[in-house]
Each structure stands twice: as C-alpha cells, then as structure tokens.
C-alpha cells in the first residue's frame, strides 16, 4: 500500500558549520528520498523555542534553543513513502555514541547536543514543523 510522506529535516548548526549540507542532503537522495524544498536559514532564539516548545519543561531546553539558534541551519522537506520513519532511521539515535552504524548521527554526530539532524517523529509533528518553516 502507498503511503508517501512528507517529514522536516533540519541540519543543525554543528554540520552546516562543517559544510556537511551537501553530504548530507546526498545521503537523503541516494536513500530515495526527494527534498521538495530547501533553504538556509539563521533563526533567532525567540523562534527556535517556538520550534522546540513540546521540550519547554526539560532541563536541556535552553542550551537547546540557544544551540539551534546559534548558526545557520538548513532546513527541508522530504518525501518519501513511510519518510516520517524512514528518516528517523537514516538519522540514528539521538545520542551519536548510541547510534547505529551507517546512521548520519552516527557518522557527523559530535555529541547528544551536538547530533547534526534533527527530523520529525509523527505524522501530526511533521506537519506542524513543515509548516513552521515553510508557511507559504
Ligand atoms: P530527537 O532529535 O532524536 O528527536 P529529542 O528527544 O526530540 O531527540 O530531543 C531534541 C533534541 O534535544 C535532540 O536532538 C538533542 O539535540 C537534544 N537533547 C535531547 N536529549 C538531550 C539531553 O539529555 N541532553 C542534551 N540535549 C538533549
Ligand atoms: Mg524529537
């Protein structure tokens, strides 16, 4: 059964700052996944919190909005069937030492913190967050 999907991508300041955007994004096309749309951007910290508000009550949810929001990110759709998943396992886990290998967390991930990618975990969260960057 089909099930084509749409998930936001994001590479995070530490890989964009290493110019992995373009080994990245090749490591999406060569797994079939299509990147609909692009762009980089440098989000102000106002706006990361907005982003990453379901972690609003944890205690790493400042270094995390003041980190996303420290340098250019580059953010995307991509499509794919099952991409939501899909996505989520080509990034690894969150924590790069505890990611499989092959995974891009695994491969460019410097610390928890610091784990290069980010993508969407739900359906529902997928389209708010593609929504967030990419309103019009
Ligand atoms: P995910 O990015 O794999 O979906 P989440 O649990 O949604 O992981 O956390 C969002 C982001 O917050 C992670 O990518 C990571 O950068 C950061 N983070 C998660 N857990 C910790 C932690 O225990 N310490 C510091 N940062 C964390
Ligand atoms: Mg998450």
């Given at each position: 059964?089909?099930?084509?999907?749409?998930?936001?991508?994001?590479?995070?300041?530490?890989?964009?700052?290493?110019?992995?955007?373009?080994?990245?994004?090749?490591?999406?096309?060569?797994?079939?996944?299509?990147?609909?749309?692009?762009?980089?951007?440098?989000?102000?910290?106002?706006?990361?919190?907005e982003f990453y508000?379901?972690?609003?009550?944890?205690?790493?949810?400042?270094?995390?909005?003041?980190?996303?929001?420290?340098?250019p990110i580059v953010?995307?759709?991509?499509?794919?069937?099952?991409?939501?998943?899909?996505?989520?396992?080509?990034?690894?886990?969150?924590?790069?030492?505890?990611?499989?290998?092959?995974?891009?967390?695994?491969?460019?991930?410097?610390?928890?913190?610091?784990?290069?990618?980010?993508?969407?975990?739900?359906?529902?969260?997928?389209?708010?967050?593609?929504?967030?960057?990419?309103?019009?």
């Amino acid at each position: 059964m089909s099930n084509l999907e749409q998930t936001l991508s994001i590479i995070k300041p530490d890989a964009v700052e290493r110019n992995l955007e373009n080994e990245i994004k090749n490591i999406f096309l060569e797994n079939k996944f299509k990147i609909i749309k692009d762009k980089k951007i440098h989000i102000t910290k106002a706006e990361a919190e907005e982003f990453y508000k379901v972690h609003q009550t944890k205690p790493f949810y400042n270094d995390l909005c003041s980190y996303l929001s420290s340098g250019p990110i580059v953010v995307m759709i991509l499509e794919k069937e099952d991409a939501i998943l899909g996505n989520r396992k080509i990034m690894g886990a969150t924590d790069p030492k505890k990611a499989d290998e092959g995974t891009i967390r695994k491969k460019f991930g410097i610390s928890i913190d610091k784990n290069s990618v980010h993508g969407s975990d739900s359906i529902e969260n997928a389209k708010i967050e593609i929504n967030f960057f990419f309103k019009d």
